[in-house]
């Protein structure tokens, strides 16, 4: 149930949502997307996270995540925003920049597993102000590379707790 992937005016949405159906229950699909410390073995660009502190995992929890493309390396510094066992994880990029998140809905044999992205009002503040002139650009590499990796993070998530 992939959501809209552009605007009227042809621009790619600065939000985003895509999912899939899991043969596992809503518990076991929480205790894998909220183990951040897995999270490189289904995303196409983050190679690890790290938790700042290991023994806070909920919400207000912070990590660290390693990024990757052909073209680049970063880090993201992130907060947990949302820990609903079960239910929903979510977390905020930096000084809340970008949200990323899954929810879990029970379905006849398995979890509806869904990943959701939002490019936030600050994250458009903090592009323009870093890149100028090129913030459009940067904005819709970020924006294009969502729109790509969910897809492959979801049905990578799937094959791992299918296992």
């Known amino acids: 149930m992939r959501s809209a992937a552009y605007d009227m005016m042809g621009a790619m949405q600065r939000r985003f949502s895509d999912s899939i159906t899991v043969a596992a229950s809503p518990q076991a699909l929480y205790a894998l997307v909220s183990d951040v410390t897995r999270t490189g073995e289904w995303s196409p660009i983050c190679r690890r996270c ?8 909920g919400v207000g929890a912070r990590f660290t ?3 990757e493309t052909p073209q680049r390396s970063w880090q993201t510094r992130c907060t947990v925003v949302t820990a609903e066992p079960g239910r929903a ?11 990323w998140g899954y929810t879990l809905r029970p379905t006849e044999g398995g ?4 990943e959701r992205w939002e490019f936030l009002p600050a994250g458009l503040q903090m592009f323009a102000a870093r ?9 819709e590499e970020r924006t294009r590379a969502a729109h790509e990796g969910i ?5 990578a998530i799937k094959d791992i707790a299918e296992a």
């Open 50 to 57: 790290e938790w700042d502190d290991p023994d806070r995992t």
């Open 65 to 67: 995540g390693f990024n």
């Open 89 to 99: 994880f979510a977390w905020e990029v930096g000084e809340g920049y970008v949200r």
């Open 111 to 114: 979890t509806e597993l869904t």
């Open 131 to 139: 890149y100028g002139a090129d913030a459009p650009a940067q904005i």
């Open 151 to 155: 897809p492959r993070t979801l049905a």
